[in-house]
């Protein structure tokens, strides 16, 4: 289907150095993982792939889930909430 509208569903952590010493950069991607699909509430329809991005800095390790989704409430949902109260953009 061309141009089919989609929303994309975004999960973020942040674990500290120690945090990550403790359980691995694995519990982290796991953890993103699980936040993305609890958060979700849909199917995740029409997800070609989910992405999950790894970045560090001094202070802490951020990791980072996406997914495209095309689910039709979800794809709703977005829409009214960028309206507004009005209904207006």
């Known amino acids: 289907m061309p141009n089919e509208p989609e929303v994309v569903h975004v999960a ?8 990550v010493a403790d359980r691995g950069l694995g519990a982290l991607r796991q953890t993103v993982l699980d936040d993305l ?5 849909c199917s995740l329809a029409g997800t070609g792939d989910v ?17 495209r989704c095309s689910d039709p ?4 949902l977005a829409t ?4 507004g109260p009005s209904g207006q953009p």
């Open 12 to 19: 973020r952590a942040a674990w500290s150095a120690a945090q």
């Open 80 to 83: 009214a909430h960028r309206a």
């Open 37 to 41: 699909i609890r958060d979700a509430h």
């Open 73 to 76: 409430l979800c794809v709703d």
């Open 51 to 67: 992405s999950i991005t790894i970045e560090s800095d001094e202070w802490d390790t951020a990791g980072r889930a996406r997914a």
